[in-house]
């Protein structure tokens, strides 16, 4: 591990214009990424702030009926939040599908949305990988990709954000609040705070140098049965090949209104636009709900080892519309 300096913030301001004042700095929190990416000298930050004394680890109602939580709250605590539980039930069991019980004690949510792919080249320091080192190479394009992209990709990177909550947000149409270093404030809705990788994919997100998340917002749920679906190598501790999270709402024998997101697909919690207008009006019958899963993802594409992804992506989301409509036996 390089060496680095080390600060411990005091307010959210503090902790941004710090990151700022200083060359290659991250923010730490619980460090489950972070730290991992750090012994393998893949990340090499010169100063690190600590940010876990900044009192945002708060879940509070907010005025119109949704929930405000703050960027430090542990996944765990969250997944186990009453009202998340109740309201928000797509995104507990999304966080309870990651990682492990360790893990989600110190993961936070904000850490949680930046954790880094989870591309074996790109923790491979031997091995060419844009992200990593730009212009070097994509050692995934033409190598073993099975845990890759199939939308979103680009000729530079094939690589999947790797989050669970992050899907769930996505259907839950959550926003990202952050400050800068001048104090300045914004609210970023998720579905532009990710960035596809273009020739560029070492930057993946829209936050400026030392922008900090303080908190992230959900509305107020849609009407719908909320459902989770993730599709792994093994029942636990593993990253998601495929993930599905939906809020279907039936009425009368129909589908009125789906929110669809995938995970495990593509370089951010992936909406389907075109699907979603499909879903309105299709019966809830089960054939019905699987031909229309079966239209999911039109243009994506395997990149070899993954050619199974697409498929498996359709089933997934069959499977979820099934559930959603009542079915037990999905
Ligand atoms: Fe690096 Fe992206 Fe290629 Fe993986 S897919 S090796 S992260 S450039």
């Known amino acids: 591990m390089k ?11 503090d902790a941004a ?8 700095t991250r923010f730490i929190a619980g ?17 690190l702030i600590d940010i876990n004394r900044l009192g945002l680890d708060a879940i509070e109602e907010t005025a119109d009926g949704g929930l405000r939580i703050g960027t430090l709250v542990r996944n765990s605590d969250l997944a186990a939040d009453p009202r998340v539980r109740e309201r928000y039930p797509v995104l507990s069991r999304a966080l309870l599908a990651g990682a492990s019980g360790q893990l989600r004690n110190k993961a936070t949510t904000g850490g949680n949305l930046l954790q880094r792919t989870r591309c074996y080249y790109f923790y491979d320091t031997a091995m060419p990988c844009n992200k990593r080192h730009p212009g070097s190479g994509c050692a995934a394009i033409g190598g073993y990709n099975r845990i890759h992209a199939i939308v979103g990709a680009s000729d530079s990177c094939i690589a999947t954000h790797p989050s669970d909550m992050a899907v769930a947000m996505r259907v839950l149409d959550a926003v990202i609040h952050t400050v800068a270093a001048d104090g300045n404030v914004r609210e970023i809705p998720i579905g532009e705070f990710y960035r596809l990788p273009g020739d560029t994919p070492q930057v993946e997100n829209v936050l400026a140098d030392g922008e ?4 992230v917002t959900l509305p107020p749920p849609p009407p719908g049965r909320q459902v989770y679906r993730k599709v792994r190598d093994r029942a636990s501790y593993a990253f998601a090949l495929i ?14 209104d789906a929110r669809i997101a995938f995970g495990g697909v593509g370089p951010m919690p992936w909406r389907d636009d075109e699907l979603e207008r499909a879903a309105r009006g299709v019966g809830s019958d089960e054939v019905s709900l699987r031909t229309l899963a079966e239209t999911a993802l039109g243009d994506a594409r395997g990149q070899g080892h993954n050619d199974f992804k697409p498929v498996l992506a359709r089933r997934t989301l069959g499977a979820v519309l099934v559930e959603a409509s009542g079915r037990t036996d999905a």
Do not use: W
Request: proline share 4%; charged share 20%; aromatic share 6%.
């Open 3 to 13: 060496q680095f300096t080390y600060a411990r913030a005091t307010t959210p301001t």
């Open 17 to 24: 214009s710090s990151a700022a004042a200083h060359r290659r």
């Open 31 to 47: 460090g489950t990424n972070l730290l991992d990416l750090m012994k393998l000298e893949v990340e090499t930050p010169e100063h």
């Open 212 to 215: 900090l998340i303080t908190h």
């Open 243 to 256: 993930s599905v999270a939906a809020i279907v709402n039936f009425e009368e024998g129909r589908i009125a």
